[in-house]
């Protein structure tokens, strides 16, 4: 850290000293050992972090921008921008300072950058490539199991079926359904339903004519691979029900709902756990759809493949 404090005061001090002597006549070359002064530090950094001199100051740099950095090739690179580059950088610039020619240090150092920024660029492109290819193979693989052989999806499709099964049930509730057990819980259960504002049953009815075949649908999505909506509509699922459950339960308890359309005290377990069960479920499925999204993706065929490559 010191060693890193020290290279990033040296810079600045060689630096604003240079600007300071080039007022008159600035060398456009003054902006470019500028920049690559600092990213020369910040490339000691990246080596010294992977060699475990220090810790935690290239983390979200790496995993976020350039991952590439932590190979091998990548490493070796950040130590020789760190010191070879940074030094030519630093003697050009105290040569600049001091009026004297610096045109043979210029030449070494582009020759090492151009080297160095084609070999990187091409082999990031080609990794690319590559990844791009073990990509392909474990879509296919993916794509290849069946239901029975995708434990978690099997779950998420289980309880698709019971949060369709509950959603059509309480839209029949609020329909007025004749049938004994519908009465039951409308009355037993979730009395709110039948509250005279109009909310709880608008709830449901937009749970029964929106939600449901959203519901269906992404039991179709967990069975056939390939349906790359999954991304975004169990995204949008997960927040619709989120906000209908959290608002309709929140009144079913509320103060200002009347007493005897709130939720019974005997029943108050049972009604909140299944409520919050349903709201569980578009919610995991829509982490399982962020975490994993292999085998939504859409699987080129061999042939369509290759037909484009002869037309292309």
């Not at 030519?88 to 004297?100: F, Q, R, Y």
């Not at 993916?142 to 999806?153: A, G």
């Not at 103060?255 to 939720?263: D, G, H, L, N, V």
Request: hydrophobic share 50%; net charge positive; aromatic share 14%.
């Amino acid at each position: 850290i010191l060693a890193i404090g020290i290279m990033v005061l040296t810079t600045i001090f060689l630096l604003a000293n240079l600007s300071v002597k080039s007022k008159k006549s600035t060398d456009p070359l003054f902006y470019v050992f500028a920049v690559f002064s600092f990213t020369s530090v910040v490339s000691i950094t990246n080596a010294l972090q992977h060699h475990g001199f220090i810790k935690g100051f290239m983390d979200f740099y790496i995993s976020k921008g350039e991952p590439y950095l932590s190979t091998a090739h990548g490493i070796m690179m950040s130590y020789w921008d760190g010191v070879v580059h940074y030094g030519l950088l630093l003697i050009m610039a105290h040569h600049m300072t001091a009026g004297k020619p610096f045109r043979s240090l210029a030449l070494v150092w582009a020759g090492s950058m151009i080297a160095s920024e084609i070999v990187l660029i091409t082999g990031v492109v080609v990794g690319q490539k590559l990844n791009f290819s073990k990509l392909k193979v474990c879509v296919e693989v993916e794509q290849k199991k069946t239901l029975l052989s995708r434990p978690t999806d099997l779950l998420l499709t289980l309880g698709l079926m019971g949060s369709i099964i509950f959603t059509a049930f309480r839209g029949f509730v609020v329909l007025e359904c004749s049938l004994d057990f519908c009465f039951t819980y409308i009355f037993q259960y979730e009395p709110y339903m039948k509250d005279s504002v109009g909310f709880p049953k608008v709830t449901m009815l937009v749970f029964l004519f929106y939600v449901l075949p959203l519901l269906t649908a992404c039991v179709y999505g967990l069975y056939t691979p390939g349906c790359t909506w999954m991304l975004d509509w169990t995204l949008v699922l997960a927040g619709a029900v989120a906000q209908m459950q959290w608002t309709h339960l929140g009144a079913s308890v509320h103060s200002r709902t009347p007493f005897t359309y709130r939720i019974p005290k005997d029943e108050w377990r049972q009604v909140v756990t299944l409520n919050l069960l349903y709201t569980a479920v578009p919610v995991l499925l829509a982490v399982r759809c962020y975490m994993d999204q292999t085998f939504f993706m859409k699987n080129v065929p061999q042939e369509q493949a290759s037909n484009g490559k002869k037309n292309n």
